[in-house]
C-alpha cells in the first residue's frame, strides 16, 4: 500500500504563484509514474502533469507554460509549481501514484484545494 500526502494548497489571487507537495510512503515500488491531476467542480478529474521515478516529465499542452512538475528534495516527493494562475486553475489537485510494471497498484491523495480569487 502506498499513501500520499498532498500539501500547499490554499487562496492565491489571479497572476500568483503556488506550490504543492507530495510525499509518498509506505510501499513505495519502482520505478513508477507520479502525477497531479485537478478537478474543477462539477467537472472530472483531468491529468495535470506526470513525472516517472527517473524524473522524466509530461505536461498537459494547456498548462505546460505555467505549471512545472519536478521531484522534491526528498525521496518519493514530487512538486507542482504553478505560475501565472488564473480563476479557472481554481479546483481540487490530487496527487496519483502507479507502479509501471502493474498500473492496478495505485494510490490516490485526499486532495488539496486551490482558490483562485481577488
Known amino acids: 500500500q502506498v499513501r500520499l500526502v498532498e500539501s500547499g494548497g490554499g487562496l492565491v489571487q489571479p497572476g500568483g504563484s503556488l506550490t504543492l507537495s507530495c510525499a509518498a510512503s509506505g510501499n513505495v515500488l519502482r520505478p513508477y509514474n507520479m502525477g497531479w491531476y485537478r478537478q474543477i467542480s462539477g467537472k472530472e478529474r483531468d491529468l495535470v502533469a506526470t513525472i516517472t521515478s527517473n524524473g522524466r516529465t509530461s505536461h498537459v499542452d494547456s498548462m505546460k507554460d505555467r505549471f512545472t512538475i519536478a521531484r522534491g528534495v526528498a525521496k518519493n516527493t514530487i512538486n507542482l509549481y504553478m505560475h501565472d494562475l488564473k480563476s479557472d486553475d481554481t479546483a481540487v489537485y490530487y496527487c496519483?501514484?502507479?507502479?509501471?510494471?502493474?498500473?492496478?497498484?495505485?494510490?490516490w491523495g485526499q486532495g488539496t484545494q486551490v482558490t483562485v480569487s481577488s
Open positions: 496519483n501514484y502507479q507502479l509501471q510494471s502493474s498500473p492496478e497498484y495505485n494510490a
